[in-house]
């Protein structure tokens, strides 16, 4: 973690993490694209609270999938995605192409991944769930065969084999549940990168108004017209009797 000299206000507050391994280079303009950002309006309207605003930032195409199977990639660098709480990784492949992957915690440029049905137990390598031993951590799981990992996706998460029974996989979320997942989905090996994400303090109100996300108004600090809440005095819980949309 990296704390900023109280030089200024906002600054006293503001813990962050350290990015230093990250490439300082632009992401690979193939793999980018623009998505204009509407949320929170329709038609010039809030319909959605606490939405909308933000800075301008370009989306990474990241391979959830197995798009590249059997063939070995190689880690060039890794960098920081605005649309996620995880780093990713720019792997260039045997035969050439260039893909993000979600980069896992404790592998670094250079290192080699694969994916495939069968492969070494080992950190950043995906295989099928019927090939992982019990007791592995595993993340970026697949629901559907062959449809891209959709559970275990955010910073520092990962979840656990804890057993096999037909052509069913036992999977121990980051939750605690137990949830039963076909065998033949393809997950990856380790846990995500970024697993100080949680302790990051932003420390002023603007750089959550850079993250797209508006401030968040008590429904009784509003007036009756505003919120069924809205009304009375003070901190009273509730301005009327009963709650009113007029």
């Not at 300082?24 to 809030?46: A, F, N, T």
């Not at 045997?94 to 893909?99: A, D, F, L, T």
């Not at 919120?227 to 005095?233: K, Q, V």
Request: glycine share 10%; aromatic share 6%; with cysteine.
């Amino acid at each position: 973690m990296k704390k900023n000299k109280p030089i200024t206000p906002s600054k006293r507050h503001h813990i962050d993490i350290s990015r230093d391994d990250l490439s300082k280079e632009k992401p690979l303009k193939s793999l980018v694209s623009y998505k204009k950002r509407q949320k929170g309006r329709s038609q010039g309207r809030i319909t959605v609270r606490h939405k909308g605003g933000g800075s301008k930032k370009l989306y990474r195409h990241v391979c959830f999938g197995e798009e590249n199977l059997g063939l070995e990639g190689k880690i060039e660098r890794i960098e920081y995605d605005p649309f996620r709480s995880a780093f990713i990784a720019l792997v260039c492949y045997q035969n050439g192409k260039r893909s993000y992957i979600l980069m896992p915690q404790s592998l670094k440029p250079g290192d080699k991944i694969i994916c495939d049905e069968k492969t070494p137990i080992k950190i950043g390598n995906r295989l099928k769930l019927k090939n992982i031993p019990n007791a592995t951590q595993v993340y970026n799981i697949e629901i559907t065969p062959l449809k891209g990992g959709k559970i275990a996706r955010s910073a520092g998460s990962y979840a656990e084999v804890t057993g096999q029974e037909g052509k069913y996989t036992y999977i121990k979320m980051p939750s605690g549940e137990i949830r039963k997942i076909l065998n033949e989905c393809y997950a990856s090996i380790g846990n995500l990168s970024n697993p100080e994400h949680s302790l990051i303090q932003l420390g002023k109100a603007g750089r959550t108004r850079h993250l797209g996300v508006r401030p968040t108004v008590r429904g009784s600090a509003m007036n009756p017209p505003d919120h069924p809440y809205g009304g009375g005095r003070g901190k009273s819980p509730r301005g009327t009797k009963r709650p009113k949309d007029i």
